[in-house]
């Protein structure tokens, strides 16, 4: 009886390795950042439509004034010195229950003058600094102008502002380990790197075409 003789196994070189590694550790990536990074597309997404529609979606602009007093000596200090910011700001905060942060605050020889923002949110006081009246105007926009404002990062604060840039950073990631998996899928790599490339050129053509 003849005896097979089973060939030796060609040794994997090191490219080979690194080809698979490679393969892996991208597949890896893209699964997990996915998952990681589903409601921030879920988010950016439904706000990339909703901010496209702002004037349809808005609702209504919702204002309200009030008038109010504050403590002479706080507006116009002993010695000429300037009056607290501070104070003043969170005094008002306070007692109106405003939002956002301070975006301005402006100290005039007969007035002084306070601004907060926030997403979808505005407040702001005009002080009369020899009468200690004075008169604030809220602003409230709705639901839809809020997360257009966290769509766009506008007066949303250092903190959202680093979460966008992680978002972005997740997003970019998602998209290159995604770009890297379809080189090692054969069958499929030169079609979907025409579909990449006519997806992009599309993009492109309605902007030349079509953007004023």
Not at 54 to 63: H, V
Request: aromatic share 10%.
């Amino acid at each position: 009886m003849a005896t097979m003789v089973t060939p030796p196994k060609r040794p994997i070189t090191m490219a080979v390795r690194l080809r698979r590694r490679t393969a892996i550790i991208s597949r890896w990536l893209h699964i997990y950042l996915s998952m990681v990074s589903f409601a921030i597309v879920l988010f950016f997404s439904i706000t990339g439509i909703t901010l496209n529609h702002a004037e349809a979606l808005g609702g209504k602009e919702k204002t309200t004034v009030t008038k109010g007093e504050l403590p002479h000596e706080w507006l116009r200090p002993a010695n000429g010195a300037e009056p607290d910011k501070l104070k003043i700001a969170e005094d008002l905060r306070s007692r109106h229950k405003l939002h956002g942060a301070v975006s301005d605050f402006r100290v005039d020889d007969n007035q002084l003058e306070v601004s907060f923002k926030g997403p979808g949110y505005a407040a702001d006081i005009f002080i009369d600094r020899d009468t200690n009246k004075y008169d604030l105007t809220e602003t409230r926009n709705g639901f839809i102008a809020i997360v257009n404002d966290l769509h766009k990062g506008r007066d949303t604060g250092t903190a959202w502002s680093m979460f966008i840039d992680i978002s972005a950073a997740l997003l970019t990631l998602v998209s290159l380990t995604g770009l890297v998996l379809l080189f090692f899928v054969y069958k499929r790599r030169v079609s979907g790197m025409i579909v990449a490339v006519a997806g992009a050129l599309i993009a492109y053509l309605v902007y030349l075409r079509f953007v004023p």
